[in-house]
């Protein structure tokens, strides 16, 4: 069973049900992995996940990537990938995936690059995070594709466009 933990700065915006939207991503990406069957295990698997502001995304990611600069999502796995297959054999049940945090001006930028509301890219964030506490990657070619398809998989699954197409305007 998944759960998200959702902490939400003021300044996004109040008129959504990000809980909602927050589980729904996380639970698109996880059922497309080889990790889809803790969707229907009794352990609980938490994902916390912070929509913050731009400055304390760029704190963090200066702390822990040694880049000073804002960035739209940062991961931070709480289990290795080597562990990821033992996750259900937990002793207590409950397994805390990781951290998610998204910054809302650099995601409300892209959204509008993209012609597309901030709460669809904001899904599409989670989905990209979520694969990341996962062990997915997108250094490399091989892994870049492997990761994008199953986010394309998992946008498509909840009625949202590829987000790798070049829009033509």
Same mark, same amino acid.
């Given at each position: 069973? +998944?759960?998200?933990?959702?902490?939400?700065?003021?300044?996004?915006?109040?008129?959504?049900?990000?809980?909602?939207?927050? +589980?729904?991503?996380?639970?698109?990406?996880?059922?497309?992995?080889?990790?889809?069957?803790?969707?229907?295990?009794?352990?609980?698997?938490?994902?916390?996940?912070?929509?913050?502001? *731009?400055?304390?995304?760029?704190?963090?990611?200066?702390?822990?990537?040694?880049?000073?600069?804002?960035?739209?999502?940062?991961?931070?796995?709480?289990?290795?990938?080597? /562990?990821?297959?033992?996750?259900?054999?937990?002793?207590?049940?409950?397994? /805390?995936?990781?951290?998610?945090?998204?910054?809302?001006?650099?995601?409300?930028?892209?959204?509008?690059?993209?012609?597309?509301?901030?709460?669809?890219?904001?899904?599409?964030?989670?989905?990209?995070?979520?694969?990341?506490?996962?062990?997915?990657?997108?250094?490399?070619?091989?892994?870049?594709?492997?990761?994008?398809?199953?986010?394309?998989?998992?946008?498509?699954?909840?009625? +949202?466009?590829?987000?790798?197409?070049?829009?033509? *305007?």
């Amino acid at each position: 069973m +998944l759960e998200t933990a959702l902490s939400i700065e003021p300044v996004w915006p109040d008129t959504t049900d990000w809980e909602a939207l927050a +589980l729904r991503a996380a639970s698109a990406a996880l059922e497309r992995t080889t990790h889809g069957e803790w969707l229907t295990l009794p352990v609980g698997i938490e994902i916390s996940i912070r929509l913050t502001t *731009d400055d304390e995304v760029q704190t963090l990611n200066a702390q822990y990537r040694q880049k000073d600069k804002p960035t739209n999502v940062l991961s931070f796995p709480m289990v290795q990938p080597d /562990l990821l297959d033992g996750i259900a054999n937990t002793d207590d049940g409950e397994v /805390l995936l990781g951290d998610i945090a998204l910054a809302r001006g650099v995601c409300e930028r892209e959204a509008a690059e993209k012609g597309i509301s901030v709460e669809d890219h904001a899904t599409h964030l989670i989905v990209h995070g979520t694969l990341h506490l996962l062990g997915y990657d997108h250094l490399e070619d091989g892994e870049a594709d492997a990761m994008e398809a199953i986010e394309i998989d998992a946008l498509a699954a909840l009625g +949202l466009s590829d987000p790798y197409l070049i829009r033509e *305007d």
